[in-house]
């Protein structure tokens, strides 16, 4: 079986969320079809896909007739369940493979993973109960964050812990289970590196991007990264190396706290696109999401060329608390782009769409996107 699926060709994605969304547009681009698995229907995905099967993960007879309709499977986020992937797999190529879900849908396993491999990885231990929290104190120090083994993102499944008489409410907040320990880092910044590696093991990165939370969801991405060019350079050389050491086929990104000594410590891995690679899609020759697609596919990844420095801010179901954002108002700040994932409901901290902004330098790209996320907030008396 060649490695290489040609356009035209079925793609399948387990997973219909936004990431899902932007995969599929770059996919049809491309000239392929979609056909999209995930429990719910009128996704992000599948709205612009071929195809949208409404089932559970665990339904493996339709994961089976849903991987022999396809000719190469993906993933839109990395919580699929491994046997799932296995089972796909048995009746089509699933790139990346089942095992990179496996090694980093799991905070024990990835951290594990990166620390065997000499990898800078944030001091952690693992702990399964309040006895262990204590001595993983004792040992890393206070203060401290605990995070659930599994199933956290923006934030959730995890509490900083500051005083040791705090390690049995910390515990049961969680509900209990496999956890990690993780050391406090006072960084400096948080970048990330969105890399890709293709079939025959060739790998492209990105540049690194800047990024700033609110409430421990992105909040604004920027890039160029404004770190050192020997920063930048070691980012993007421990970004091959776990691509390599994982043997991923697709995408990637390494999220890494950067210390005020310049030191990079890997924070979290992402085996897909990655929110801070949004702005890849107006800022680069090649987004994130064609070389996901081009990496699948066995064709030659593209270039990662910057054609101008660029902002992202995240919109959040917020925006739609009292009324509907004023989206022409955003529209009219120069150099802005509107992202909007096709998501029916509003939450507050739900991910709703993004903003791109180009400048002829990056701190003007984030001053364009904040002013146009900034008038979205409709002014008493507009209309």
Known sequence: MSDVVMPGSVIGVLGSGQLGRMFAIAARQMGYRVHVLSPDDDTPTGQVADVEIQT??????????????????????????VTTAEVA???????PAGQVLHTTQNRRREKSFLQSA????TPFAPVGSVAELEEAMDVLGLPAVLKTAAWGYDGKGQVRVDVRDQAPHAWSSLGGGEAVLERWIDFAA?????????VRGEIACYEPVHNTHRHHILDVSVTPAGVAPRVAAAAQEIAREVMNR?????????EFFLTAD?????????????????????????????????????????????LQPAAMANLLGDLWAHEAPAWDAACAVPNVKLHLYGKREPRPGRKMGHLTALADAAHTARELVCEARRRLHRTPGSS
């Open 262 to 306: 310049g030191e990079l410590l890997i924070n979290e891995l992402a085996p897909r696109p990655h929110n801070s690679g949004h702005l890849t899609i107006d800022a680069h020759v090649t987004s994130q999401f064609e070389q996901q697609v081009r990496a699948i596919c066995g064709l030659p990844l593209g270039s990662t060329a910057q």
């Open 190 to 198: 948080e970048i990330s590196v969105v890399a890709v590696r293709g």
């Open 118 to 121: 000499g990898l800078p990885v």
């Open 89 to 95: 797999a048995r009746h089509a190529r699933v790139r």
């Open 246 to 254: 994982l043997e991923v086929v697709g995408v990637l990104c390494v």
């Open 56 to 81: 559970d993960y665990e339904d493996m007879e339709a994961v089976a007739r849903f991987a022999r309709a396809v000719s190469v499977i993906t993933f839109e986020f990395e919580n699929v369940p």
